[in-house]
Each structure stands twice: as structure tokens, then as C-alpha cells.
């Protein structure tokens, strides 16, 4: 059978993610890795997940059984409580437990788009949200979150062309890729122009809670709560994430949102995979209510001084013309090269050579710009191996400069 010839149109639109064939690399000797946006293993509570497991499962079969969609209720009420600390009113029927954010992206895409409607992102994104997005056959155009009257007459005439605007998709603290943080009068800006457009926003916290400098900046979802009242006035759904607090591999997430986008979701979840794991949702919920915050200030601590080391050494290192964030959080550092350098280019020049991995900034754009971008992971690199691999790195861009002169 000639199975290419029948699967679904969508399915052309389908890539293998970048990152995740460069995480193949780690198994390789003597590469200096700052490419997989991924948590340091020895920084997960392995002991306290340990004793949660062995909790659950003495005495209660339930945990191995099969379980509502919504999730486990005691997990939901605990993310009550802690959306309640960061400006949000919400009870359990408004959250919903999903296998990880990134399922919550797919449901959404799902839910939201036809083909040809509009979907606004970022310049860059992250990766795994055009992954989700772009199986549903949208176009993709560029998000302003300074709503102004310009930005919301582009996306009007954007979407007469090519589609409705069904959403903003965006990560407003540290996001994945840039490490870059949305201020308050951004995120105020998204809903003014979302208000406008009457689209959707889609709030990606996967990295909120790992913020090492300057004050907090309520969630898009509290901002607009606190304008509406309700959260059944509120356009906004909050996707939140266990992966980079506690751990990526049970697969835990959620998401909170009005009534109506919770129920479609149920219905989604017991469409797909019926319910997440009961027994990894109990893990977590132990593990988060035994000790969450003590935990996260560990993490960040460790964190903040990889930061500090990768700044340092790109200070140091980088030749001049070269120019990355300076990330108040989160886990990635995002580098603009020459105009005339490419970051895929720079790549393979770097595995052949300097033994040093990134991720070409390319990915991370829709329509395949930012060719000269590379993007730079810290979390899982102790200060040594920063300082080498920058080094390292700094000399290979020194080096391509020469060659395009």
C-alpha cells in the first residue's frame, strides 16, 4: 500500500522538531551542549517523588485505575490556590489537567482553527507551538503587543485576507526562545488588541514561576480579570506546567480558562487519551504540596548563577557586532548574529569543529526568517562548561566573520 497517498492533507505540513534531533547529539563524545531547553535531571526531587509514588499506590488501587478527564481534584484545587497568588480567581471547573502544556497547545489548535484561519504568534515562537498549531492548516502572522490603532487595522486587514484571527499565542515571561519578559503595559496592550480583533489569547506560563531578577508581572489572565470581574468575562486561557519546576517526564500540565473552553477540552481529552496518568497526578500533587516553593527557590538559585555565567562569558567572548538578551528568568539566552552570518550554517561548522550545539534561530519563525539568530540554553551547563563552550563558540563566530569578509 501506498500510505503517503492517502494520508491527510495536514500531514504535509508536519516537521520533525529541530531540538529534538539535536538532543541526539548529547550522546555524543567530547559536544559541549547549550541546545535542549530542558531541566537539569540532578535538580529533580527524586527522593520526595520516590516516597509519593509509594504513597499512592499503598493501599489504593484507584491510583492505577482510570480517572475523570478533568484530573484529580485534589491537584486541581491546589492549582487553585496557587493561581489565587498570582491574581486569579478561578475554582476547579475551570482547570483541566492536561499530559503536559504542550497537549493543551494541540487541544487549542484543535479547538480554535480551521484551515486558513489566523493564528498571531510571536517573531520568533516557541517551536513546539507551531508544531501544535501548524497541523490545523492556519496562516501565521506576526503578533504586536503594543496595541496601538495601527496594529489592530494590520491584523483586520490580515485577517480579511487570510482568515480570521482566532488567537495571540504568546510566553510572556522569559519566553522560549528569546528570554525575553512581556511588561505589564504589553500584556495590556495583547488584550486591547485581542478585545478589538475578539480573538482568544493563549497565556504560555511554562517558565513563570523561574524568575531570578526584578519584580513580578502579573499574568495576562489576572490583568484581565481584574478589568472584567469574572473569569467567565476573560478571553484569556493560562496554560500552566509542572515540566519545569518538578518534571517534564510525568507529563503533567493544565489549563485555565472559562467554563465553556474547559468543557470542549473535557471532551477532547476523553476523545484522545481519555485522562492523564491518576498515578503521576498524585505524584505531583504530593510533591507540590509538600514542599513546591522550597523546591522552585533551589532550582532558581541554580539557575540564576548559570545565567550570570553564560552573560558573563558572552560578555567576554563574543566578538563585536554580535547581540543576545539578558533574560530576567527561565533558561535561554537568544544571540542575533551578523546579517551575514547563519546560525545553521554556524552549526554544522560548530559540530565539525568546536564540538559546541545550539539551535538555529530559524525554527523558531514562521515563515522561516531569523536565519542569522542562534539560540543558547544554560540550564543544563554548570559555570565551567559555560565558560568553555562560550569561549569555544565566541571563536567560531570570530572566525566565520573572516571567512564572509
Not at 501565521?140 to 482566532?166: P, Y
Not at 528570554?179 to 485581542?194: I, N, P, S, W, Y
Not at 528568568?329 to 569543529?353: H, K
Amino acid at each position: 500500500m501506498r500510505f503517503e497517498e492517502n494520508f491527510a492533507t495536514r500531514v504535509s505540513r508536519l516537521k520533525a522538531s529541530e531540538i529534538r534531533e539535536l538532543l541526539k547529539l548529547l550522546d555524543q563524545p567530547g559536544i559541549l551542549s547549550f541546545a535542549g531547553g530542558i531541566p537539569d535531571p540532578a535538580l529533580f526531587p527524586t527522593q520526595a517523588f520516590g516516597q509519593a509514588f509509594t504513597d499512592a499506590l499503598e493501599g489504593n488501587a484507584q491510583a492505577l485505575q482510570y480517572s475523570v478527564s478533568e484530573g484529580y481534584l485534589p491537584l486541581r484545587e491546589w492549582i487553585v490556590s496557587e493561581m489565587a497568588r498570582n491574581g486569579v480567581t478561578c475554582s476547579v471547573d475551570n482547570i483541566m489537567i492536561t499530559s503536559g502544556s504542550q497537549q493543551a497547545l494541540d487541544y487549542l489548535g484543535k479547538l480554535f482553527l480551521s484551515p486558513g484561519d489566523t493564528a498571531l504568534v510571536g517573531w520568533p515562537t516557541y517551536l513546539g507551538s507551531l508544531a501544535a498549531f501548524n497541523a490545523y492548516e492556519p496562516a501565521f502572522d506576526q503578533l504586536s503587543i503594543n496595541g496601538n490603532r495601527a496594529a489592530e487595522d494590520h491584523q483586520s486587514k490580515a485577517a480579511a485576507a487570510g482568515g480570521q484571527v482566532k488567537f495571540a499565542y504568546l510566553s510572556a515571561d522569559f519566553a522560549n526562545p528569546t528570554g525575553e519578559t512581556v511588561d505589564r503595559q504589553g500584556r495590556e496592550g495583547v488584550l486591547q488588541l485581542a478585545d478589538a480583533l475578539d480573538c482568544a489569547v493563549i497565556e504560555d506560563a511554562a517558565y513563570q514561576s523561574l524568575r531570578y531578577d526584578g519584580a513580578p508581572v502579573p499574568p495576562i489572565l489576572a490583568l484581565e480579570q481584574a478589568q472584567k470581574g469574572s473569569i467567565e468575562a476573560c478571553r484569556t486561557i493560562y496554560c500552566g506546567s509542572f515540566s519545569k519546576t518538578l518534571s517534564p517526564g510525568l507529563r503533567v500540565g493544565w489549563v485555565v480558562a472559562a467554563t465553556p473552553v474547559i468543557k470542549q477540552l473535557v471532551l477532547m481529552k476523553q476523545a484522545a487519551d481519555l485522562h492523564s496518568a491518576t498515578i503521576n497526578q498524585m505524584a505531583i500533587h504530593r510533591v507540590a504540596e509538600g514542599g513546591f516553593d522550597a523546591h522552585v527557590a533551589g532550582v532558581r538559585d541554580v539557575y540564576r548563577r548559570r545565567r550570570d555565567a553564560m552573560l558573563q562569558a558572552l560578555d567576554r567572548f563574543m566578538p563585536k557586532g554580535v547581540r543576545w538578551t539578558k533574560p530576567e528568568g527561565g533558561m535561554f539566552v537568544w544571540v542575533t548574529l551578523p546579517a551575514e552570518l547563519d546560525g545553521a550554517d554556524l552549526l554544522a561548522r560548530s559540530l565539525e569543529t568546536e564540538k559546541v550545539a545550539f539551535v538555529p534561530g530559524r525554527a523558531f519563525f514562521a515563515d522561516g526568517s531569523g536565519g542569522n539568530s542562534i539560540r543558547l540554553s544554560f540550564s543544563c551547563a554548570d559555570e565551567t562548561m559555560i565558560a568553555e563552550g562560550m569561549a569555544r563558540l565566541g571563536r567560531l563566530i570570530t572566525a566565520a566573520k573572516v571567512g564572509q569578509a
